[in-house]
């Protein structure tokens, strides 16, 4: 059973910087997208940012110029830089991959637990 592991969530001052990083647990075949994706209280969830296995990226026009996503294959781990933060910046990071857990599978999407990120001063 594939399970992600997020962490790099906290309390930053406005201004601040934070790394978040996810990556799965268990036996992976192959991660095709990497995404990250937020719910402030009272809100939807919304995309962040994503980057494909060819390590295009979008970004959400609320982060451009002020968060990073990065993938190491390696490690099969993705990352979100997000720096020059700000207090409408809080909400629960999720992180999502489409993976496939054997070449038998179909590739399918998997989320993580989730990362409180709160900006206060």
């Known amino acids: 059973q594939v399970q992600l592991v997020e962490s790099g969530g906290g309390l930053v001052q406005p201004g601040g910087s934070l790394t978040l990083s996810c990556a799965p647990s268990?036996?992976?075949?192959?991660?095709?997208?990497m995404a990250w994706y937020r719910q402030a209280p009272g809100k939807q969830r919304e995309l962040v940012a994503d980057?494909?296995?060819?390590?295009?990226?979008n970004y959400a026009d609320s982060v451009k110029g002020r968060f990073t996503i990065s993938r190491d294959n390696a490690e099969n781990t993705v990352y979100l830089q997000m720096n020059s933060l700000k207090p409408e910046d809080t909400a629960v990071y999720y992180c999502?991959?489409?993976?496939?857990?054997?070449?038998?599978?179909?590739?399918?999407?998997?989320w993580g637990q989730g990362t409180q990120v709160t900006v206060s001063s």
């Open positions: 980057i494909t296995s060819g390590r295009g990226t």
């Open positions: 999502n991959l489409n993976l496939r857990t054997s070449w038998r599978r179909a590739a399918a999407d998997y």
């Open positions: 268990g036996t992976i075949f192959s991660i095709n997208a």
